[in-house]
């Protein structure tokens, strides 16, 4: 069992490219269903997420390879850093 300030100092890196893309700031949860949906990460653009009108990268949980001790690893292809309004229009919906 993991509580979300434990989930919150991870980074997250992406497996296919090896990039860092930040630590988790945010969950998206299925209340009806009780389940994680997505981690959220902060945009490119934002400072310590503050300052900025970067956009919040959602990685959907299915897309969460493993969760390590100090890392999540994740599986995104390149150029799939979806904005919570991209996920939507392609069908994506959190609750």
């Known amino acids: ?3 979300i300030s434990e989930f919150q100092t ?3 890196v992406n497996i296919l490219d090896g990039r860092r893309l930040g630590q ?8 009806k269903l009780g389940q994680i949906d997505a981690i959220v990460v902060p945009g490119h653009s934002k400072f310590l ?3 900025g009108g970067g956009n919040d990268i959602v ?3 299915r ?3 493993k969760i390590g001790k100090d890392v999540v690893l994740v599986r995104l292809e390149e150029g799939h ?9 392609e069908g ?4």
């Not at 988790?24 to 209340?31: Q, Y």
């Not at 994506?92 to 609750?95: N, R």
């Open 63 to 65: 897309n969460i390879v």
């Open 24 to 31: 988790v700031t945010d969950l998206e949860i299925n209340l």
């Open 10 to 12: 991870k980074d997250v």
């Open 1 to 3: 069992m993991m509580k």
């Open 59 to 61: 990685i959907p949980w």
């Open 81 to 89: 850093y979806k904005e919570p309004k991209q996920l939507e229009e």
């Open 92 to 95: 994506y919906k959190p609750y």
């Open 49 to 51: 997420g503050f300052f």
